[in-house]
């Protein structure tokens, strides 16, 4: 281990729901060396000379089949997993590049684990982890969860800068931080379309309250009567009962099923990089897809109405000269873009830059896998730096604080038979329930 030869390279994958899922395959296919590697096209497509497992780690925002089939990236193999499975399969696979997309706790986790699965091996693969998209909260919390990696991977020269700046702040190591890009942007560059195409890119829990959201639906509702003209979408996440990295605990679509909806008003699903092959507008609270945007240089706005504020990502996007309200977008404003700010958050929306964006990546990746043997694995977080808070992030894997498993962990030497497997759906399912139908009901109740 790993097992790199000159016609393969063996790369696994872990993430814990849809949205990193797309995240860590199309970085696994970006960041692998240039040998392994085809087209920029093929790229975007997630496609490589390469072998591609995916893990999918069980839980509450597991993907469904439809969500997978919506992201559009494809694998050699594809299965769910517990933690405690992954580390066992790690220790029985051979991989040259292995990707943690997880959230920063399930990063941290699977760091103590794999340095306690691979004590004695001479011989491991390189671990990648990184973001999905915008990193605006949590910085330090989640940063310091993801050290230890060998890469940890910043989408833009802001990041690099403030991560880099985290970790030294606390005397941790630095060196893993590397610079590349979103593995997603891509696309044709905009045109106008006929007829004018108005883009929404909800998300599932910016804003939260079933105010702010029964807000913004009205208000774009309200933008398509004033403008029959145009085609208004709403742009869609995940379908209820469905989980992605956030929870949605009030889905736009319950919410549009109390209105009365112009024609030209329609909720759309798919994959973002084709809606947006037809946007004209793109509007936001604070996704990531306004990045996809405003890679294709299409006119994209964040939204004012709610305020500039922490709580909902957008404060982001101070300088960026895409800020704005309703009311200015009714009556036909369309920003305009601050150059230097899209180019330090790694959106080459001017030049050819993106196509060199993960250079730096591969030439380390490159070194570490000619340099065969690699020191453990060494997070900042030890029982000894953080005994308050370390146990308890492992334990929620079923870890214990040296990163072995805790008696009664999930068994991995058999697959789950059939009555397990509707079991686990069943149990996610009530959860989701839970969350959707029954949480704010209580909330409701106790505001009484």
């Given amino acids: 281990m790993p097992a790199s030869t000159a016609k393969s390279l063996r790369v696994a994958v872990l993430a814990d729901s849809d949205t990193r899922w797309k995240w860590g395959a199309l970085t696994a296919n970006r960041i692998s060396p240039s040998e392994f590697t085809d087209s920029s096209e093929s790229l975007e497509r997630g496609e490589s000379d390469i072998r591609l497992d995916g893990f999918l780690l069980r839980g509450r925002a597991t993907p469904t089949a439809r969500q997978l089939e919506e992201v559009g990236v494809r694998a050699d193999s594809l299965r769910e997993v517990t933690a405690v499975e992954f580390l066992r399969e790690m220790t029985k696979e051979s991989y040259d590049i292995l990707v943690l997309a997880l959230v920063g706790g399930g990063v941290q986790a699977m760091l103590h684990g794999l340095a306690h699965a ?59 931080v590397t610079e ?3 593995p997603f942007l891509g696309g044709a560059a905009y045109r106008k379309k006929d007829p004018y195409t108005v883009v929404f890119a909800a998300q599932p829990s910016v804003p939260e309250s079933r105010k702010d959201r029964a807000y913004l639906l009205d208000r774009l509702v309200r933008h398509a009567r004033r403008h029959p003209e145009r085609e208004v979408l709403l742009k869609l996440r995940s379908k209820p009962g469905e989980h992605t990295t956030h929870i949605e605990e009030l889905p736009y679509q319950k919410l549009a099923q109390k209105e009365d909806l112009p024609a030209n008003f329609r909720l759309v699903y798919g994959n973002m990089g084709e809606v947006l092959d037809r946007t004209d507008l793109l509007v936001t609270v604070s996704s990531t897809a306004a990045l996809e ?22 404060h982001h996007f101070v300088g960026s000269g895409c800020l ?7 009556d036909g404003h369309e920003p305009a873009p601050d150059p230097e700010w899209v180019a330090r958050q790694g ?28 020191p453990p694995l060494a997070p900042y977080y030890t029982p000894v730096t953080a005994p308050g808070y370390l146990p308890g992030v492992l334990a929620r894997h079923h870890l214990a604080p040296d990163g072995s498993p805790l008696p009664g962990a999930p068994a991995a030497d058999r697959a789950p038979s059939p009555v397990r497997q509707i079991v686990r759906r069943a149990a996610r399912g009530a959860y989701r329930h839970g969350v959707q139908r029954v949480a704010p009901v209580i909330r409701r109740m106790g505001e009484l």
């Fill in 118 to 176: 691979w004590q004695g091996r001479a011989r491991r693969p390189v671990v990648v982890t990184g973001y999905v998209g915008v990193v605006y909260e949590k910085l330090a919390d989640g940063l310091l969860l993801r050290h230890g990696a060998d890469l940890v991977l910043a989408n833009s020269r802001q990041d690099a800068e403030r991560f880099r700046a985290v970790y030294g702040g606390v005397g941790a190591d630095a060196s893993s």
């Fill in 180 to 182: 590349v890009a979103l």
């Fill in 293 to 314: 945007s405003l890679h294709r240089r299409i006119p994209t706005v964040v939204l004012t109405d709610l305020g500039v504020r922490e709580a909902l990502g957008n």
């Fill in 324 to 330: 704005a309200s309703w009311d200015k977008l009714d």
């Fill in 347 to 374: 959106v080459a929306a001017e030049g050819g830059s993106y196509a060199t964006a993960f250079d730096e990546a591969r030439r380390r990746i490159t070194g570490l896998l000619a340099a065969g043997e690699l």
